[in-house]
């Protein structure tokens, strides 16, 4: 089955690998249970695999993909690899920043919002990918979905604190200050992404640069429901070649 042309894409030979659109949802907490089972199973025709959804938590813990996990008894994490061309990494995205893998012999894919980046989730992907590929943080190559974008993203000192900054009332790497008026800061998801990326020797960074939450006409959104907008989730995916 081909593949919606409107859908996000790294241009990677040798792996499936996309991010969904506004369209089908995937998400079971966030639409008719019916009609995502339905929706997954077509994303299995157009995977060529079997995608395996975590239960994501807001961690860091990575696992290996298995065959005998289906929607009901995955395990809750926030990222994992997959060896085996017939099990698809796939990670629901709303506003968090899905990050997709590929290595020589290996995928992965991490959902990474502000909690699961600061703690660690992307260099922890990195490492299980080339344990389980038997390759090293260079041959690995990494794409940024979409999700929500610097200028819509505000937080508190907490999140700026949570990547070892100090909450300086300025502009500082990831994060633009904005009083409001209380001090508030802007966070830069992918670009924060990318400097811990970049720290492990991962070098080959594609992506990033849509935002959920501006662009309602094109994606889900979980801050824009409460504006709104339709509700539901869109699915980041990746799988070996076979």
Request: charged content about 20%; aromatic content about 8%; some cysteine.
């Amino acid at each position: 089955m081909p593949l919606d042309p409107t859908w996000l894409r790294p241009d990677w030979p040798g792996v499936t690998a996309f991010m969904t659109t506004r369209g089908p949802n995937f998400g079971r907490k966030a639409g008719d249970p019916e009609q995502v089972r339905a929706n997954r199973a077509r994303l299995a025709e157009q995977l060529g695999a079997r995608p395996i959804f975590l239960d994501q938590v807001h961690g860091a813990d990575v696992v290996r993909l298995q065959a005998g996990w289906h929607d009901d008894n995955a395990p809750g994490a926030d990222a994992a690899v997959s060896t085996d061309p017939n099990l698809a990494v796939a990670i629901l995205v709303a506003d968090c920043l899905p990050v997709l893998f590929a290595a020589p012999g290996g995928v992965a894919g991490a959902h990474a919002g502000w909690r699961g980046l600061a703690a660690g989730v992307l260099e922890n992907t990195v490492a299980e990918l080339c344990a389980a590929a038997g390759c090293e943080p260079r041959d690995v190559k990494a794409w940024l979905g979409a999700c929500i974008g610097p200028q819509a993203f505000e937080v508190g000192p907490e999140v700026v604190a949570a990547f070892g900054r100090k909450p300086l009332e300025r502009d500082q790497p990831g994060f633009l200050y904005r009083p409001n008026p209380e001090p508030r800061w802007r966070a830069d998801l992918p670009l924060l992404a990318r400097e811990r990326l970049m720290s492990i020797n991962v070098t080959r960074i594609s992506g990033g640069g849509w935002c959920t939450l501006t662009d309602d006409s094109r994606f889900f959104s979980f801050r824009g429901e409460s504006l709104g907008r339709p509700c539901g989730r869109m699915a980041a995916c990746i799988s070996l070649g076979r």
